[in-house]
């Protein structure tokens, strides 16, 4: 077991929500909506008109792009963000609010879906279907990890032109989507690169071994999932605490599990990150 630690959701978090969400709203028709907090709402700019725009209309089906969340109803799509610490959680109309609870969604089953927040940091936008890839925050975003459209080839390509250093790249949305700090010093791990190696200085051996390693890391958390993380939901307004399975991140000073050797923190860009000085040393 690693320590347990708080970070952000990242795409398995974030799938987990998205496949917890389907079986408990999926087909709910929303009655009214009230909002608590109005700059969580980004889209349209009044909160009133975000809730008089949902009335009346029914879950479709949720999915995922990245670290977002789509809800997608009958004529209309929100797009939830749940940056730091967001949360969503189902219950009956009755159940005692819980503080930190900014937007209701009231269904006509008596069910509500309750998204709380502690930090406040969490997006909203409501869209007309198809609007929401021509605009913020969708329109930019870089390719999915777990598609079929990530190739060793479609990485490569994508990197050759980064000369920065990989961890920062790896990070950054309008690349790959999906991989936050912990994903990205797992896969960094797993495929012995070192974070602070230029993106487009990796060779074609190094490429394929992180292509598999995002793949199986990603794969691995949602198939668990979602890593641990005390801040994250599962959608029934559970605390979401999974098994770790993590080999770098959070480790730093306990042996490497391939060498022995300690795991050190550093930072780059900004960022702790985590490293074997032995399996990933730089070229
Ligand atoms: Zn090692």
């Known amino acids: ?74 004529g209309l799509v929100m797009v939830s963000h749940l940056r730091m610490e967001g949360r969503y959680g189902v219950y009956v109309s009755d159940e005692p609010i819980e503080k930190h609870t ?25 869209f007309s279907p198809g609007e929401e890839k021509t605009q913020a925050p969708l329109q930019k975003l870089g390719i999915e990890p777990l598609s079929e459209d990530f190739t060793v080839e479609s990485l490569a390509a994508k990197l050759r032109k980064r000369r920065s250093f990989i961890k920062p790249v790896l990070l950054n949305q309008h690349i790959i989507v999906g991989l936050g700090n912990i994903y990205v010093d797992e896969a960094l791990f797993r495929s012995k690169i ?24 990603l794969k691995q958390a949602v198939d668990a999932g979602g890593s641990s993380i005390k801040s994250y939901v599962n959608g029934q307004g559970e605390m979401g605490m999974f098994q770790h399975q993590l080999q770098v991140y959070g480790q730093e000073g306990k042996p490497c599990v391939r060498c022995g050797q300690l795991i050190e923190k550093s930072v780059v860009g900004g960022r702790g990150t985590h490293t074997c000085p032995s399996c990933q040393g730089r070229r």
């Open 1 to 74: 077991m690693g320590n347990e630690v708080i970070t952000v959701p990242e795409l398995p978090e974030v799938e987990t929500v998205k496949r917890t969400l389907n079986t408990l709203v999926k087909g709910k028709k929303i009655e009214r909506v009230t909002v608590s907090l109005p700059r969580i709402i980004q889209r349209p700019a009044e909160p009133e008109m975000f809730c008089d725009a949902l009335t009346g209309h029914t879950i479709q089906e949720v999915e995922r792009r990245g670290k977002f969340l789509l809800v997608r109803l009958d």
């Open 194 to 217: 070192h974070p602070l190696t230029p993106a487009d200085s990796l060779q074609a051996d190094q490429l394929a071994r992180l292509h598999e390693a995002i793949i199986f890391t």
């Open 102 to 126: 900014h937007v209701i969604f009231h269904f006509d089953d008596g069910t509500e879906l309750r998204y709380k927040d502690v930090r406040q940091f969490g997006t909203m936008h409501l």
